[in-house]
């Protein structure tokens, strides 16, 4: 396996991985632009440190890395992060392109998923982790990434049948 | 699994916003400054791996200086002893025992009750990620009176956090 890629390669994985790096860091800040600067802080070292851009479970492990210094390192935004915890399992921003109304209701039950199943969805839906490189990223065993995957597709499935 | 096929299918075609162009000019820009800023063309050299356990420092300092007290508490007791018998040290052709009524280290026992992996992690001193480790366990010191018999025990709980280097290739 070649470990050493060009910078063209690094540029055009990139690209591909930004939306969805993007849409996991908007779990720990509410604007887009915070979570920019997250991933661009978080890309940047993992270019640092990487050769290899396989290790896609270090990658995340770094923006959700990145993301908690974030917070930690400015007192507003630990105030803010205080506050954002206190509500955290009802309030998160995940920014699709929604096309209709049943993209809504389903942005919106995605939304309202416990943090930690809405991490693993977004891992292995938009990014098509593996359940290993889930919990690798995340320090937690692969089936217990397994099963909180299940509970989130199974709780957004009761969320959006027919009453 | 197979139960979740179709809102698996709903949820894949939702697509996160894609990102700006600008910032994507951004990333490149500050990949370059990185490249530029790491010697030998951007090609990373591992530093030498080193780091203080202070936890276990402490502890060890405090398990040395409890040490260092009962040995003076001792010393000071055969002192005593010492003076008592100067009479007829002298006298006596046969060596006095070194040993005769001191605590002796006896034991150290280690239990470790609670090892818990918290994931990756990316140190801000450190270039590289790791793998933070927290091991919770009881330590017991021992320390034995050969003579008497007798033996004090102290027993203290500790936690200590690891940071482990991981290869990620």
Redesign the interface.
């Known amino acids: 396996m070649e470990?050493v890629v060009t910078?063209t390669d690094?540029?055009d994985r990139?690209?591909e991985l930004?939306?969805?790096l993007?849409?996991f860091a908007r779990q720990w800040v509410r604007s887009?632009a915070d979570a920019?600067d997250i991933?661009?802080e978080?890309?940047?070292?993992f270019?640092?440190?990487?050769?290899?851009i396989h290790?896609r479970?270090?990658l995340y492990?770094?923006v959700r890395?990145?993301a908690l210094?974030a917070i930690r390192r400015d007192g507003r935004r630990a105030r803010r992060e205080a506050a954002v915890v206190a509500e955290a399992d009802t309030h998160v921003d995940?920014?699709?392109?929604?096309e209709d109304e049943?993209?809504r209701a389903?942005?919106s039950a995605i939304d309202e998923l416990p943090r930690a199943q809405r991490e693993v969805?977004v891992m292995k839906?938009?990014n098509e982790l593996t359940f290993a490189e889930i919990g690798?990223?995340?320090?937690?065993s692969q089936n217990t990434a397994a099963s909180r995957y299940?509970y989130a597709?199974?709780a957004?499935?009761k969320n959006?049948q027919p009453q | 699994m197979n139960d979740f096929t179709e809102i698996e299918v709903e949820l894949k075609r939702l697509r996160p916003v894609r990102v700006g162009d600008d910032f994507i000019a951004r990333v490149e820009r500050g990949m370059e400054g990185a490249d530029s800023a790491t010697p030998s063309g951007g090609m990373v050299k591992r530093r030498p791996r080193f780091h203080i356990n202070w936890l276990a420092l402490g502890l060890g300092a405090t398990a040395a200086a409890a040490f260092l007290v009962l040995i003076r508490i001792d010393n000071f007791g055969s002192r005593r002893s010492t003076a008592a018998l100067a009479a007829n040290h002298f006298a006596s052709p046969i060596p006095r025992l070194p040993l005769a009524n001191a605590l002796v280290p006896d034991g150290l026992t280690q239990v470790v009750y609670n090892t818990r992996d918290e994931g990756v992690v990316f140190p801000s001193n450190s270039p590289e990620p790791m793998r933070r480790v927290r091991k919770q366990s009881r330590e017991t010191l021992q320390w034995r009176n050969p003579q008497t018999g007798a033996s004090l025990r102290v027993t203290y709980p500790t936690e200590q956090v690891d940071l482990i280097p991981i290869s990620g290739q």
């Open positions: 470990n910078h690094w540029k990139f690209c930004a939306p969805a993007v849409l887009a920019e991933v661009q978080a890309f940047i070292k270019w640092r440190t990487e050769r290899s290790n479970g270090l492990a770094t890395s990145v210094d995940p920014v699709f392109e929604l049943s993209q389903l942005a969805l839906i938009w690798e990223a995340l320090g937690i299940r597709v199974g957004l499935r959006l």
